[in-house]
């Protein structure tokens, strides 16, 4: 009998705190996350004007063609930005093949821009694999090539980009960065690819 009566506690106290910390709370933090950031709490979804999902602005996707921004590169799943398989390489810094794409990418980047100076994240992957943001210098360094693309001054597209710099959040947690995929949109409101004439 005193078995039982010491037990008895532990089992509701176990069953109590599942439901409250285990159900309840997650269920009252998702509710209020969808009153109060509703947009976030969705997964910040973005759609086209027609109401198609077409990405998130949280998750990189590969852009490839020379009219758009391109993303950093992603170690996620087989060929990149898997958002079901987010990680990064695990290649340590030492070694061969990660050394090798690195260099082999970064002399890609100065032939096909011109500059010597390439910014760490045109060439190294992060953790997750699904960075939706690149550096301010990044995203000017592809400025020759999107123009070109889209039959535009570079100054038109570098003002597009320049409107997408996002700050510090608060000021001060990370880094300035720009989003890919609203730069993008922004980039075919603003300055659609033009048609040859015929």
């Known amino acids: ?3 039982l009566s010491d037990i008895r506690p532990a089992v509701v106290s176990t069953v109590l705190f599942t439901a409250l910390l285990g159900v309840g709370y ?3 933090i998702t509710g209020v996350a969808k009153v109060v ?6 997964g910040s979804l973005v759609k086209d004007d027609k109401g198609q999902v077409i990405g998130s602005a949280l998750i990189a996707q590969p852009f490839t063609k020379d009219e758009y921004l391109h993303p950093r590169p992603s170690a ?3 060929n990149g930005y898997d958002a079901s398989g987010s990680s990064g390489s695990n290649y340590g810094p030492l070694n061969a093949d990660l050394a090798k794409r690195v260099k082999g990418d970064a002399e890609a980047l100065r032939k096909s821009t011109g500059h010597d100076e ?10 997750s694999g699904l960075d939706p943001d690149i550096s301010p210098a990044y995203a000017r360094l592809q400025v020759d090539r999107i123009a070109k693309a889209r039959g535009v001054s570079p100054e038109a597209v570098r003002k597009v980009i320049d409107a997408h710099v996002e700050g510090s959040a608060l000021g001060f947690l990370g880094e300035r960065h720009v989003n890919v995929l609203m730069t993008n949109r922004a980039l075919d409101s603003a300055a659609p690819k033009s048609t040859p004439k015929t």
Do not use: H, K, R
């Open 1 to 3: 009998m005193s078995m």
């Open 26 to 28: 997650p269920l009252a």
């Open 37 to 42: 950031f509703p947009y976030q709490a969705e």
């Open 76 to 78: 996620a799943g087989n």
């Open 118 to 127: 390439i910014p760490d994240d045109a060439i190294t992957t992060s953790g």
